[in-house]
C-alpha cells in the first residue's frame, strides 16, 4: 500500500508501471536532475511517480535492499516505499533511505551536488551528519565496463595510471598547472614542506604507500592519492583519523578547507572532517571542524612527525 503522501501526489503525476521502464524512467530523471545515474540501484519496480507540478517523485518496489557502492564501501538502504522533493541538483525531504555508520542505520534527508565542489554528491542524514563522495560511485556500471573491470582486477594489483584514473573530476579540474610528484618517498617529503609552509603540523598526514602528490598553487588546491586506506590513531590524544585513498584540500595560511577524504572518530561514529586550522590567538593549538559543525581543540604537538 502506498502512503498518504503518495495519494496525495498522485492526481496529475506520470506514473510509470514495471520494473525495467520504472528503472528506465527513475534514471532519466537522474539525468535530468544533473544527479548520478546509479542513486536507486533497486530490483522489481513496481511503480515509478513523477509529479513535475510539485517537484515530487516516488518509487515502489517489491521488498527492502541493501546496497553496497563498492568504490567506497558505503551501505545504503532502501525501503520498499522511496519518496523526495527534487530540484536541480538535489533530492530533499528524502523518506526510506538510510546509510549505514558502523553500527548505526542513519536516514538520508538529503542528497545533493554543489557546483563549488564538481565532481562530489553530499549525503546529509537526519542527525545533521553528512558526507560528501565521488559522485562516480554512484553510477550506473555498464556489463561491458565491469567484465572489462574484472579482467584489470585479474591481470594486475592498482597501478598509479589506474590510480589517475580514477581520481575524482575535482583532482582533474585543479590538474593543469599544478606541480605533481610520484612516488612515495617524493611524495611525503613535498607534502610535509607544504604543511610548513602553511604553519600545519607537519605529521597531519601519516600515509604510506603515496602514490601521487599534487598542489595547484594559483587555486591554493592540494591532493594526495594513495593505495589503500588508513586508519591512524595520534598516541599523544588517542584521536583516530582516517585516510580515504584520495585526500583533497584547498589550503591557505594556517588552514584547510574544504577537505575531502578524512574522518575522524567519535564513539561509534566516523565524523568527516572539512577544516583544520590553528589560531594565532590559540598558540600550540589546531582546531578540526567536522561537516555537522562540531569541532574540537588540540594540542598541535599531537600531530608532529613521530621520529
Not at 272 to 290: D, L, M, Q, R
Request: charged residues 30%; glycine residues 6%.
Amino acid at each position: 500500500m502506498a502512503s498518504q503522501i503518495i495519494e496525495t501526489y498522485r492526481a496529475g503525476a506520470e506514473i510509470i508501471n514495471g520494473d525495467a521502464a520504472g528503472k528506465k524512467r527513475s534514471i532519466e530523471m537522474l539525468q535530468e536532475l544533473g544527479l548520478p545515474k546509479g542513486l536507486f540501484p533497486l530490483d522489481d519496480i513496481e511503480e515509478f511517480g513523477y509529479n513535475r507540478a510539485n517537484c515530487f517523485m516516488w518509487i515502489l518496489h517489491s521488498k527492502k535492499k541493501e546496497h553496497t557502492f563498492k568504490k567506497i564501501k558505503q551501505t545504503v538502504s532502501y525501503a520498499t516505499e522511496v519518496t523526495a522533493f527534487v530540484e536541480k541538483g538535489k533530492l530533499k525531504k528524502i523518506a526510506g533511505v538510510k546509510t549505514k555508520e558502523l553500527m548505526l542505520w542513519l536516514s538520508v534527508v538529503e542528497v545533493y551536488v554543489d557546483e563549488s565542489s564538481p565532481g562530489k554528491i553530499t549525503f546529509k542524514t537526519g542527525t545533521g551528519l553528512s558526507d560528501s563522495f565521488d559522485a562516480l560511485a554512484f553510477d550506473v556500471v555498464e556489463k561491458n565496463q565491469q567484465q572489462n573491470i574484472s579482467i584489470m582486477k585479474r591481470k594486475r594489483a592498482p597501478s598509479l595510471v589506474y590510480m589517475n584514473a580514477m581520481a575524482s573530476q575535482i583532482i582533474e579540474t585543479n590538474r593543469v598547472g599544478a606541480e605533481v610528484i610520484n612516488g612515495d618517498a617524493a611524495s611525503k617529503k613535498k607534502s610535509i614542506e607544504l604543511l610548513q609552509e602553511l604553519n600545519l603540523p607537519k605529521g597531519l598526514f601519516p600515509l604510506d604507500d603515496i602514490e601521487e602528490f599534487g598542489y595547484n598553487r594559483a587555486n591554493g588546491f592540494m591532493w594526495i592519492l594513495h593505495r589503500k586506506k588508513k586508519e591512524h590513531t595520534f598516541k599523544k590524544i588517542k584521536q583516530t583519523v582516517s585516510y580515504a585513498t584520495e585526500v583533497t584540500a584547498f589550503v591557505e595560511k594556517g588552514k584547510l578547507k574544504k577537505i575531502t577524504g578524512v574522518k575522524t572518530k567519535e564513539l561509534m561514529l566516523w565524523l568527516s572532517v572539512v577544516e583544520v586550522y590553528v589560531e594565532e590567538s590559540s598558540a600550540g593549538k589546531i582546531t578540526f571542524k567536522t561537516g555537522t559543525g562540531l569541532s574540537d581543540s588540540f594540542d598541535a604537538s599531537a600531530f608532529e612527525l613521530d621520529m
